[in-house]
């Protein structure tokens, strides 16, 4: 009984290996706006080509990574470049949050019966900036290439994940800014004037810190020794505390070897 006991108990906790306490939030989007850059440009879309213009929640039906809700669906917007230059996108978060994570799903028109104009008003060449609550930039940018999304919307993965997890926990914004110059930096590689995106979706930072995690209460209670792992280390604390307990009134402590 005794060895048959601990062997499982080893084979559990080689089954379970490390306790991971990564915990990423998804950030709800309070509002998205269109913006000027540089200043001097203006917001003037193209006739018929206003910037709620072709909403399509292509990212919403496929996240490999996790499940997307209609909650973000006004994250949509069509970018134009208008009379005068580019405009860009600021989405508010509400508050000052520490963003670990963004994910962008690109652009795909799934009413068009064109395939080459399926995936090619798509965003290409992205620039996103940070802005705390006060609106200061803060924390320099991403610049980046965001992929062409599957043609087929049933299975649209993420196009690119922007990993901000390197920056410290300290730091946080509010308001994050893409740009993306039409027609230069689309994927019609000039044909078109118009660019989007599919789905954004913003995470805060996940705990990767062992004491941070045990204080938000993230560990497995079989992680004894409160290192963040469940090894041999936890088993030989329990066996031990179980073979030392000799209290009859308690039934964890039960040794069916001691009269």
Known sequence: MKTSVVIAAMVLAMMLGFCSVSQADHIPVVSVTTITYPDNYNTVPLPGHEFTYLIDDTG??????????TQDS????????????PTGLQ?????NYAVGEIRIWNYVNTLSTDPNKETMFGMRDVY????????????????????KSPKDPGNNPVSVVID???????????????????????????WSYMTGLGQVRFYEKGITDCEQAIELGYTLATDVNKDCYVDLKDL??????????MDPQNLACNHPWVP
């Open 60 to 69: 919403m039906s496929g996240d490999t990574r996790t499940l997307a809700d």
């Open 74 to 85: 006004n994250c949509t917007k069509y970018l134009s470049d208008g009379i005068g230059g």
């Open 91 to 95: 989405f508010d978060l509400g508050q």
């Open 128 to 147: 996103v900036t940070f802005y705390d609550e006060a609106g200061t930039y803060e924390y320099g940018g991403w610049d980046g290439t965001v992929p």
């Open 164 to 190: 901000w997890s390197n920056v410290s926990l300290t730091n946080t914004v509010r308001y994050v800014r893409f740009y993306c110059e039409s027609p230069a930096w689309n994927w019609s590689n000039g």
């Open 236 to 245: 030989a604390i329990i066996a031990l505390e179980w073979l030392d307990c």
